[in-house]
């Protein structure tokens, strides 16, 4: 949980080195975090308690969802059958009270960052669910920690189809879900073509860190999902294992960063077309697992 | 051995799909080119080991027949024709797409259901043959253009082909060369057609050849 803004910092690096700049430091999304915890809180006159419960509520179910995650060898803190839908949903009620509270400051703006934020996350939900489904329906249980534990190499070497499109899946889905860039670019100045920035513009100070850092936490989740996947290690001491699953995190940092320097954003026609891919791909992975 | 079949056939649906959703012409064709050169690879994979010099030679030669000459065939047709790149369906590639995972759905269900008289190299073979003919189909209904339907009819017939890689194995040399050399003369005879239409109306919607009928409307 503490390395999660560093990720930040490494696709950040990543694109500046491809863009030829020397880029932030990799520990600015701290420092960032340090400076607006120290600063106070604007509130609009025309907003109700709905615009700062959103933040709180946002970080709050992050922080919940992770508590669900394992990581390398280490066992979630409190897994029970069925936590993967309770993870997708968690995801969902922190959109929705961001959503919530970006609604409640009637901003036109902010509004219509809500319309983009609800029409493609719509579209990203049956995604991860059809492979989380997938994944499921392939390692046999209903916990993400089980389910993620009985991913192995000889697993890869019996499924990998099926493994490879929930992975190709659920990248879509973690490009999608943590705006970056061929859905939405997270470095945009002009709010006309934000989505997930544009929400949050109305919230200042602690309020604005607790959201960052939801955010980072959100994308060391989706993150250490596929990693989980991608990356199984189980070479019995826990160190080595979590030094696996950590370069891999960094890894998939890296090929984000990669993937947001190489590609302009897509026209908001053609996200739904992304996102409906990557729901074929997660069908077709469910489809493969079937027998 | 069977998860390269697997992976092939994973590779087959995929392609059916990017059919269904891209929208330039030539993205198309080289999608329905891998498809010939994939069904080349699975007819070898699917042999399972017990390779003979005419089971590695008739896929080779009907992957470099589908996957270069065919396709070299339509894009020069496409040349000559002077027409848009653009595919210009009938019905949104999105639609096109959820129609195209319904299918999946639809052959899935097929697959299970089916009996075969022998047991197929894998489990996903029979659906992904059915899913590739499903695709053609689709192609042939939604599209308008001359060339997406000689697409559709090539992808029809790709679907054929995996269905035959299912259920026979062993088919006669004389017959698959056969079905290979109408498939070949079908596509050089449509591109032909779609020069002459493409001279004659000086476009290859078929939509319009609707006025050629003799009735007064």
């Known amino acids: 949980m503490v390395l999660a803004p560093f990720l930040q910092g490494v696709i950040n690096r990543t694109k500046a080195i491809a863009a030829g700049r020397v880029g932030q430091p990799l520990l600015q999304a701290y420092h960032d975090l340090w400076k607006l915890l120290r600063k106070g809180a604007v509130y609009s006159q025309t907003t109700t308690w709905i615009f700062q419960t959103g933040p709180v509520v946002g970080l709050a179910s992050m922080i919940c969802a992770s508590a669900l995650l394992p990581f390398g060898a280490f066992p979630a803190l409190a897994p029970f059958t069925g936590d993967l839908v309770m993870i997708a949903y968690l995801l969902a009620l922190a959109r929705f009270f961001t959503i919530l509270a970006a609604l409640d400051t009637g901003s036109s703006f902010e509004a219509m960052g809500a319309s983009r934020e609800v029409a493609f996350s719509a579209l990203a939900e049956p995604a991860l669910f059809l492979g989380l489904a997938a994944l499921a329906r392939q390692t046999g249980s209903l916990s993400l920690t089980s389910m993620l534990e009985s991913v192995s190499g000889t697993m890869w ?10 992975i190709a899946g659920l990248g879509v889905v973690f490009l999608a879900e943590n705006a970056r860039i061929p859905v939405d670019d997270p470095a945009t100045h002009l709010e006309l073509t934000m989505i997930h920035e544009v929400m949050v513009l109305d919230h200042s100070g602690p309020d604005f860190a607790m959201i960052q850092y939801a955010a980072a936490l959100k994308m060391w989740l989706l993150g250490a999902v596929i990693i989980a996947i991608a990356v199984p ?6 160190l080595l294992d979590c030094g696996f699953s950590i370069m891999g995190m960094l890894g998939l940092a890296v090929i984000t960063g990669i993937v947001e320097s190489s590609m302009a954003r897509l026209r908001l026609l053609r996200v739904t077309q992304l996102l409906i891919a990557a729901i074929v791909l997660s069908g077709l992975a469910l489809a493969l697992v079937q027998r | 051995m069977k998860q390269l079949v697997n992976a092939i056939l994973v590779f087959l649906v995929l392609t059916g799909f990017l059919l269904l959703a891209s929208s330039r012409l030539a993205a198309c064709i080289r999608a329905v080119a891998i498809q010939g050169i994939l069904l080349g690879l699975l007819a070898i ?4 080991g017990k390779l003979s010099v005419v089971g590695v030679l008739l896929p080779l030669t ?5 996957g270069f000459l065919l396709p070299w065939l339509i894009v020069r047709a496409m040349r000559d024709a002077d027409t848009a790149r653009e595919v210009e369906p009938l019905i949104g590639y999105n639609l096109s797409v959820i129609i195209g995972a319904v299918a999946l759905g639809v052959s899935v269900w097929l697959g299970q259901r089916l009996p075969l008289p022998n047991q197929p190299a894998s489990f996903l073979l029979v659906p992904a043959a059915f899913f590739t003919c499903l695709v053609g189909l689709i192609l042939l209904i939604t599209r308008s253009k001359a060339i997406t339907q000689v697409l ?4 029809l017939e790709n679907g054929v082909y995996a269905f035959g890689a299912a259920v026979a194995l062993e088919m006669p040399i004389l017959v ?8 070949f003369v079908g596509v050089f005879v449509m591109g032909i057609a779609i ?17 050629l009928s003799d009735r007064v409307s």
């Open chain 1, 157 to 166: 070497m019996r499924a990998a189809p099926a493994l490879g499109l929930t």
């Open chain 1, 233 to 238: 290690s189980h070479a019995g001491n826990p």
């Open chain 2, 45 to 48: 994979a699917a042999q399972d």
């Open chain 2, 62 to 66: 009907s992957a470099a027949v589908k």
């Open chain 2, 152 to 155: 559709g009819y090539l992808t």
């Open chain 2, 176 to 183: 698959e060369l056969g079905i290979l050399l109408d498939v």
């Open chain 2, 195 to 211: 020069f002459h239409i493409s001279r004659q109306f000086d476009h290859i919607d078929t939509g319009r050849l609707v006025a």
